[in-house]
């Protein structure tokens, strides 16, 4: 389990095909800290410590994986957002998250606002009855509150704001429009929703 509240930015240093994808991230974390097969969230993505060294550590990446989450998400050079797990006692400052992307969405505009950015993201249609004004969604890994939606034909469009703290913390500091982005429903919804369709 995760809160949404990234704590590094890593990036992909190699990739390399092994029957599933390997991936060494470099990362700023005390990896002595981090013990082999502890979970770490990778742009909302759970994925399992299977080596480490001082500054970089290597999971491995399924097909499904690579099926589920962002294109060009797992190339050498790319940014991630990073996350250890959450340790009992420690502050829920975000919501939880699990770290299983539903969907893909798109960036489709972006507008400041003050001093934040406006993200537009569209969302298909599986999801989109899962996004809720005020509610929380978790992009890329981080925990955003959600200010407005509206349905379309293709599905939604939610907007959330960004502000210049957490763009800085984040990857959001180079987001550009026609960027896609790993999207989390949140948790509560998934489970409502189950007991609607059972009811139902």
């Known amino acids: ?61 399924s097909a499904e994986t690579k099926r589920r989450t962002a294109s060009g998400q797992w190339q050498a050079g790319r940014k991630l957002n990073l996350e250890r797990a959450l340790k009992v006692g420690d502050e829920l400052g975000g919501h939880i998250v699990t770290g299983h992307v539903d969907a893909v969405g798109r960036i489709v505009a972006l507008d400041p606002e003050g001093a934040s950015i406006r993200f537009s993201i569209s969302v298909p249609a599986e999801i989109a009855p899962f996004i809720a004004q005020k ?48 999207i989390e429903i949140d948790i509560l919804a998934r489970y409502l929703a189950r007991m609607r369709q059972l009811v139902d």
């Open 135 to 182: 509610g929380s969604v978790t992009l890329d890994g981080v925990s955003l509150t959600v200010n407005d939606v509206i349905d379309n034909a293709e599905g939604a469009v939610f907007y959330v704001n960004v502000i210049p703290h957490t763009a800085e913390w984040t990857t959001f500091g180079g987001a550009k429009v026609g960027d896609e982005l790993n």
């Open 1 to 61: 389990m995760f809160t949404g509240i990234i704590t590094d930015i890593g990036q992909i240093e190699s990739v390399e095909e092994r029957g599933d994808l390997r991936a060494t991230i470099s990362t700023s974390y005390d990896m002595a800290s981090v013990a082999l097969g502890a979970s770490i969230a990778c742009s909302g993505v759970c994925l399992t410590v299977v080596a480490k060294q001082a500054g970089h550590f290597v999971v491995d990446i």
